[in-house]
């Protein structure tokens, strides 16, 4: 199958700060991305899913504001967890396809703490 | 809205075991199913889907699924667990068409013993 990678795989950041993370198809040109957050024990959540070159469309409940979402290029979006809070602590994953028919591939996910 | 649930959180079994892993969904309209698996230290990657047609799927590995609308249900099996299937199960749904607004399950973690 087709890669997709995150970018970074851990990080801790101080409350209040802004955290970016990096979702690359290495090997594919990715028009739709999804971003998807994961707390303990429970299951992944769609926040939102961006098609290059438009705005990103949000879920319900998913502050655009809060989680800044860029999809400038074929191979790269970025997640921006902006003014983190210890309760933004969470496994964030992202996928990636080729259109909204075609599998999407799955990024190793990203464990934001946020301290 | 659309909702997945994996009635079983940890499954431990014996090489050469069968496996079954439970799924059930609450959508009333047309569904796309999916089963992933994530290995250890691994991606998420998709074990089989069924979008339409013959509601019994083969996937990778040996694996199979049956979609039972009747019973919102779409079960994962494999006659003869490996080790090597050891690993985390997720069930998904989308009702949107495609890959868009999947759904998934809290995962089932499978051990297998040899």
């Known amino acids: 199958g087709a890669v997709v990678s995150q970018h970074p795989s851990r990080v801790i950041c101080k409350s209040g700060t802004s955290v970016k993370i990096e979702c690359r198809s290495l090997?594919?040109?990715?028009?739709?991305m999804f971003w998807y957050r994961q707390f303990p024990k429970q299951s992944l959540m769609l926040m939102a899913t961006?098609?290059?070159?438009?705005?990103?469309?949000?879920e319900q409940g998913v502050e655009k504001d809060k989680f800044l979402i860029n999809h400038a290029s074929l191979t790269l979006s970025t997640l921006t967890v902006t003014s983190a809070h210890p309760e933004d602590s969470s496994f964030y994953i992202c996928?990636?396809?080729?259109?909204?028919?075609?599998?999407?591939?799955f990024g190793q996910g990203t464990r934001l703490t946020v301290v | 809205a659309q909702s997945v649930s994996q009635h079983n959180h940890h499954v431990i079994l014996s090489e050469a075991a069968s496996l079954e892993l439970g799924c059930n969904y609450s959508?009333?309209?047309?569904?796309?199913l999916f089963w992933y698996v994530q290995y250890p230290g691994q991606h998420l990657q998709l074990l089989l889907k069924?979008?339409?047609?013959?509601?019994l799927v083969k996937g990778i590995k040996g694996f199979e699924a049956e979609f039972i609308k009747s019973k919102f249900s779409f079960n994962l099996r494999k006659p003869s667990v490996q080790w090597s299937d050891t690993a985390e199960y997720f069930c998904?749904?989308?009702?949107?068409?495609?890959?868009?607004?999947?759904?998934f399950g809290t995962g089932t973690k499978l051990q297998v013993i040899p």
């Open positions: 996928s990636a396809s080729f259109g909204a028919s075609t599998e999407a591939f």
């Open positions: 090997d594919f040109q990715a028009t739709t």
């Open positions: 961006s098609n290059e070159g438009s705005k990103a469309t949000y």
């Open positions: 959508y009333g309209g047309t569904v796309n």
């Open positions: 069924y979008f339409s047609g013959d509601p």
């Open positions: 998904a749904v989308s009702s949107s068409g495609g890959y868009q607004k999947v759904t």
